[in-house]
């Protein structure tokens, strides 16, 4: 048992798993230490208030509220995890973006501008093609395609300019994630879409539900009632599959990963790595406009367009996302879910506390901070495996040289037996 253990131990996968989880932990502890910290020096927080925070960092999804006493209660909260996985779906798809862009060696930044431009067009289609003439399952998988490949087209700018320009694609995707913004605040304002309805919402796009057009519920809505979780996170966990098929199973993924690791040694042995760099950042950006078409078509919530004050926020965290998942397509599902979980979590601390939900942005930050030192926690375990095996060299569990043994020379050859002469014994004779 001990040593399956070890060999388990001994793989890289381990390794890796282990410092995320690392890095996971150090972030809530970090976040009860603020929470500690914010309550002693904050006169409005009683000790009760610091000790309610901690738990609320660490266990918020399973808060089920106050009872009549003002205690917090605990147990299994349907609303709660269903807006969580309803948060996760755009997450795991611009975690999924990035980690296949890390994958092949690109470091994929532009990811909320191809989740802008993925707005754009599926909510174009998802309220421009009248639900009276045509079936509304028609309109959003249109509107769902149509979002894909707005984010690949977009993806794919950065990755022509550096497979043909050399210019590094971080500050490409830059540029492309601001042109993104304006682009898709100016074509909003001259559009219809806006809600004109309720005189209060003039900034927002109208729901894709005001077209009949909405993710179906697959029956989770059973399952957790009273939340916003739709379908579209089994279409995000399918795609992940998909793609860690595509990167690890197939001829196509491998050359990708190839022009990743040494795009002149990948051209050397005859992978067109020009190719290849265009098509995983067209690759990224589809997964990144993917998560945009699945979060807007679920006909939740309403997209605010004046958006070149700011760059969505979900776009960047598919960054933390990847770097906790160590770029795994099956382990981007699990973090993504984690990251949705700090969201619910933060919302907790605000409705149920005296304490601001952006703590768990400092929860978050640490986690991505570790997460990029993850090598150096992965180099600490190998290394204290190391020390392991030079203190058994030191002290061996052999047993001991028998004293006759140790008194031959190693270097002496062994003497010759002796030998009988039959010939000359047969002349005497």
């Not at 639900?131 to 690949?152: E, K, N």
């Not at 379908?231 to 995000?236: K, R, Y």
């Not at 795609?239 to 990708?256: D, H, N, P, R, S």
């Not at 067209?282 to 605010?304: C, Q, R």
Request: charged fraction near 10%; charge should be positive.
């Amino acid at each position: 048992m001990k040593e399956k253990l070890s060999t388990l131990y001994a793989k890289d996968g381990t390794k890796k798993l282990i410092s995320s989880l690392i890095s996971i932990l150090v972030g809530l502890l970090v976040g009860g230490i603020v929470v500690a910290i914010v309550g002693v020096f904050n006169s409005k927080i009683s000790g009760a208030g610091i000790w309610d925070g901690i738990r609320l960092i660490f266990a918020g999804i399973l808060n089920t509220g106050r009872d009549a006493s003002g205690a917090l209660t605990w147990g299994f909260n349907p609303q709660n995890i269903g807006n969580m996985l309803f948060r996760a779906t755009p997450l795991i798809m611009t975690g999924l973006s990035v980690a296949v862009a890390f994958k092949t060696g690109l470091f994929n930044i532009g990811a909320p501008g191809q989740y802008l431009m993925g707005t754009l067009v599926t909510l174009y289609i998802a309220l421009g093609i009248p639900s009276s003439s045509v079936p509304a399952g028609v309109i959003w998988l249109l509107a769902f395609l149509g979002g894909m490949l707005a984010g690949a087209l977009w993806g794919a700018i950065p990755g022509l300019l550096k497979a043909l320009l050399n210019i590094n694609e971080v500050l490409a995707c830059i540029m492309t994630n601001w042109i993104a913004a304006n682009l898709v605040t100016w074509m909003f304002d001259i559009s219809n879409f806006k809600n004109m309805v309720e005189n209060t919402k003039s900034g927002y796009i109208y729901k894709t539900t005001y077209n009949g057009v909405a993710t179906p519920k697959m029956g989770l809505d059973y399952l957790f009632p009273n939340s916003q979780v739709n379908g579209g996170i089994l279409v995000a966990i399918l795609l992940a599959i998909v793609v860690y098929i595509i990167m690890e199973k197939t001829t196509f993924g491998y050359q990708l990963k190839a022009c990743g690791s040494n795009r002149h040694a990948a051209r050397y042995a005859g992978i067109p790595d020009k190719r290849n760099i265009v098509l995983s950042m067209a690759i990224a950006g589809a997964l990144a406009g993917a998560g945009a078409a699945l979060y807007w078509l679920s006909g939740n919530t309403e997209f605010y367009w004046t958006t070149y004050q700011s760059l969505p926020g979900v776009g960047f965290n598919g960054i933390p996302v990847a770097l906790l998942a160590v770029n795994n397509p099956i382990a981007v599902i699990f973090t993504g879910i984690f990251m949705a979980m700090l969201d619910i979590v933060g919302m907790q601390l605000t409705n149920l506390t005296a304490y601001n939900e952006y703590i768990t942005d400092v929860i978050i930050s640490v986690i991505v901070y570790l997460s990029a030192f993850s090598l150096v926690i992965r180099m600490m375990l190998t290394g204290r495996k190391k020390r392991k095996a030079v203190e058994a060299a030191a002290h061996p569990t052999t047993a001991p040289v028998p004293p006759e043994a140790a008194a031959q020379p190693l270097d002496t050859e062994p003497s010759p037996e002796p030998t009988v002469d039959t010939e000359k014994g047969g002349e005497e004779a």
